[in-house]
């Protein structure tokens, strides 16, 4: 089984796959005029989602009576509630993502790929962004409805060329402008930034963004193929270092690298964050699985 | 070590492109990083970084060590070999009847032979397989070539030889060559003494046995009175082994037989042969030799050779209470000039009536009150009136003034060194003078040595004692010397004509091959091959005997210790030399040794005449022993290259992954 990085975005293969998406887009869609996205907040919705203590002032309707039959108590209803969304899609195309053993770049790619078309799939605006900005690229492309995938597609596609470093901050505020946030952002990186990604993923939260993380990893990131004396560049500025690298210092390397990540997991544990990590290497359905059960953001 | 592709090891110079690679690859390559920052986390750590390089240059040398032996594994190395092939060693052993000799503790050649190779076998086993083999007048087999040597030492103990017949040469050499054309290499071993043995096969290592080479050995020979008062040599034999039948032969300086007669002895016995002795002064030579044809001896026999010589002689009588044994030491030696047999022991108080029947009165210690009665004395210690000296009692601490002229009595000698503890006071006394009688040594207390003649008187007079705590002249190895001088000049006109002894110690040419007595089997190219008929040397082959001057040592309370010349005294008893009684009324003195009583000569009679105990050398045409086949033989080692390739191998792969870790 080989990864997605490899297929093309364009591809009839991958097109193939997309549609499958859509069908399972498809039968988690219940309202109508509602909207076509399934949010986690409560409200009038299609999705049942759990059952409260009447209280006052709720509606009646939502009044589950088949418990009052049973059980004697006014329990009601409470369904997920189903609205138009806003899909900002973040793809990070810094110099970092043009690394790994199957590229990350590519991978991201077909990863926002993914999310976009159950986002158009679902009547959503889906808007994609790469960082770092090129010029002319501010606001990013807006996409909206099925009919716009091919487009949507192309546009991914376009952006091949992995360059430059990576300021989180810089580039969602850019992003936003003085807008307020609405929707999810979804943020499609490494997340290996020397500025740290902290200050970025909380701007948009205090932008009005549900956020997910997703973070594409290679295996060469934690265990890059390397030995001997070497001069290290770095891929997303001038900076070099020379270093005998030793397995020891492989070792001390991953630890670093695990460590990152962790405290990734961690940051957005606490700020509700909704993070997967997903390697270059997984197939589609994994990646897939990995969406839409570890993310929950797709749904 | 060879190889089958020598043009392959110039690739050996390719291995320099290993330390070239590393001197590259010090050089840092150049990798971009995702995210360096990362990497500028990471601590390093100086130990680390310093193993590293030493692993790096052992892994450079375990490189060029993997290089290389696949290099020369490729060049098909070879190892010259030799694939020696395990010798057969045929021991033969002689059970002819030369090896039923016996040497002095009774063992037989053969059993000495049996031992030798006893001892050998370990050595031999270990080398190849061992067979055994009897050979006399046939051969049989004891035991066939092979490695068991607990079978081999059991047949070698087994053998109960019969020690008879005389070895089948052509058929020793015709089971030779068979065995030696077999191809097989072997390696033949004859273990005899070396009557045969000389003439081994060729091929064959003779394995000498040594011991007695002798037939039979002279062990006497003394000259005396025959049944008619005839001058007879008379010559003791031995059969020293097995049975011998042969002749005595008595030969002259030209090689004439003087005398010839049979002998027949059986092992160990002796006997006693006489004949006829030369005129005075010539040379002959005892010898015996067995019979042509015999088998039933070794090749050698004994031969002695001595000179008839004229003898004079002086009879002497000691007056003494007490003879100093030193001064009967010294007139032992004279025997050319004393007759010792006729010598007598006088006592000081009833000398003078038979004084008149010896040529010379030795007085030693005596001190007369008469004039002493005409004849010719030497005076030790002793004084007497009307010499013309006179002596005034004793003095200590005497010293040495003058020696005055050598006089008949002093030739060559010098005794200003002589030390005297005590002397008597004697002076030359004016009437002394004048009839000639002169101190020849002085000393502080006057004449020491004097010597003179006087109313009939001829004597020789010392002041002091030959006692050594009174003097030291004794103990000079002039002494005997003097004497001599002393009885040269006393006796000078009384001499007379002693019977010939037999003087031995001279060797002369004789024209007669010895080294090819009767039953020797020719060898080529062996002693005596090549002018055999001419004139050669005699039995000890040109080494100077020295001529027999016995000197005895003094002797003790009647004995006196063994001449070490009497020859057949280490022959008879080796390692006694025995003790010497006074000689019988026919001159011979008693021998003991241990319980036994022999009486025996003491004839001028050296032992280095005797070949009794000589061991001949192997004769030169012993042949080497032949050497074991090899054949030449190439080993490959390729794989032993290629193993040592992958243990480098896993050598380094082990220093990488799991012995160092970096």
Known sequence: MTGIAGEGLLDPAFMARLERIELIARRLQTGEARGDVTTRRRGPGSLFREHKN??????????????????????????????????????????????????????????????????????????????????????GAIFFGKRR??????????????????????????????RRGRGLAIVISDFFSE??????????????????????????????????????????????????????????????????????????????IAQVSLDTAWDFDRVLRSLLAGGGFAR | MSFLRPELLPWLSALLVVPLLYLARRRARRVVVPHLFLWERVRIREGRVKARRIRDLLGILFQMLIGAALILAWAGPQREDELVEAPRILALLDVSAPMARRDEDGRTAFERARARLRGELEGLAARGEVGLVLVGEGLR???????????????????????????????????????????????????????????????????????PTMNAAITRVELGPGAEGEATVRVGLRALGGRFEGHFLLRDETGEILHDGAVSLDDGDTVELGAPAPPPGTWVRAEIERDE???????????????????????????????????????????????????????????????????????????????????????????????????????????????????????????????????????????????????????????????????????????????????????????????????????????????????????????????????????????????????????????????????????????????AEASFVPLEAAGDAGRWRAPDPAGRWELAIGDRRELVGVARFDEALSDATRVWPAPATTPAPPEPLRHPRQRDLTWIFLAAALGVLLLEWWTYHRGWST
Request: hydrophobic fraction near 40%.
């Open chain 1, 54 to 139: 009447y209280s006052q002032g709720d509606d009646v309707r939502f009044v589950d009576w088949n418990v009052y039959s049973r059980l004697g108590e006014l329990l009601v209803k409470q369904f997920d509630a189903d609205e138009n969304l806003d899909l900002t899609l973040y793809v990070d195309a810094s110099g970092s993502m043009d690394f790994g053993q199957r590229r990350k770049l590519d991978f991201a790619l077909r990863i926002a790929a993914i999310v976009g078309y159950i986002g158009l799939a679902r009547q959503a605006s889906v808007r994609l962004l790469f960082l770092p900005r090129r010029a002319g690229e501010d606001g």
């Open chain 1, 149 to 178: 995938v091919q487009p949507f597609l192309t546009a991914l596609d376009a952006r091949r060329e992995a360059r430059g470093g990576t300021d989180f901050l810089r580039e969602f505020r850019a992003a936003a402008g003085s």
């Open chain 1, 195 to 272: 500025t740290g990604y902290e200050k970025g993923l909380d701007f948009l939260l205090h932008a009005g963004y549900r956020v997910g993380a997703v973070q594409v990893l290679d295996v060469l990131d934690a265990r890059p193929d390397l030995d001997g004396r070497l001069r290290l560049a770095d891929l997303e500025s001038p900076r070099t270092l020379e270093r005998i690298v030793t397995r020891r210092m492989l070792d001390e390397y991953e630890a670093e690298v695990r460590r990152w990540c962790e405290g990734l997991a961690r940051f957005c544990g606490r700020r509700g």
């Open chain 2, 141 to 211: 087999t004891v035991s066939a070539p092979g490695p068991d040597r607990e079978a081999i030492r059991a047949a070698l103990d087994a053998i109960v030889p019969d020690l008879a017949g005389r070895l089948d040469r052509e058929g020793l050499d015709r089971w030779v060559a068979a065995r030696l054309a077999e191809g097989r290499p072997t390696e033949i071993r004859l273990y005899s003494v070396g009557a045969e043995g000389e003439a081994a096969p060729p091929g064959v290592l003779w394995v000498p046995i040594e011991g």
């Open chain 2, 293 to 563: 044809g015999r088998p039933d001896a070794m090749a050698f026999d004994d031969a002695v050779d001595l000179r008839v010589a004229p003898r004079a002689a002086l009879r002497c009588a000691v007056v003494a209470k007490d003879a100093p044994p030193r001064l009967l030491d010294a007139l032992l030696v004279c025997d050319d000039l004393i007759d010792a047999r006729a010598a007598v022991r006088l006592p000081p108080e009833s000398w003078r009536p038979s004084a008149a029947e010896y040529d010379v009165v030795v007085l030693c210690g005596v001190e007369e009150a008469r004039p002493l009665p005409p004849g010719r004395y030497l005076l030790v210690d002793s004084t007497a009136p009307g010499l013309g000296l006179a002596f005034e009692g004793r003095d200590r601490d005497v010293g040495i003034l003058r020696q005055g002229g050598q006089g008949p009595v002093l030739r060559g000698l010098d005794l200003r060194n002589l030390r005297l503890s005590e002397a008597r006071r004697v002076a030359v006394r004016p009437d002394g003078r004048r009839a000639g009688v002169r101190a020849i040594l002085e000393g502080t207390t006057g004449a020491l040595v004097s010597a003179g003649e006087i109313d009939g008187v001829s004597f020789v007079q010392l002041a002091f004692g030959l006692e050594e705590e009174r003097s030291s002249f004794a103990l000079l190895p002039a002494f005997p010397l003097f004497v001599n001088d002393v009885f040269e000049h006393l006796g000078r006109e009384r001499r007379r004509l002693l019977p010939p002894v037999l003087a031995a110690g001279r060797s002369f040419p004789l024209p007669v091959d010895r080294g090819r007595p009767a039953a020797r089997p020719a060898v080529a190219g062996a002693e005596g091959a090549e002018g055999a008929e001419g004139e050669r040397p005699a039995p000890t082959e040109g080494e100077p005997r020295a001529p027999s001057e016995v000197q005895r040592p003094a002797p003790a309370a009647g004995e006196l210790p063994a001449p």
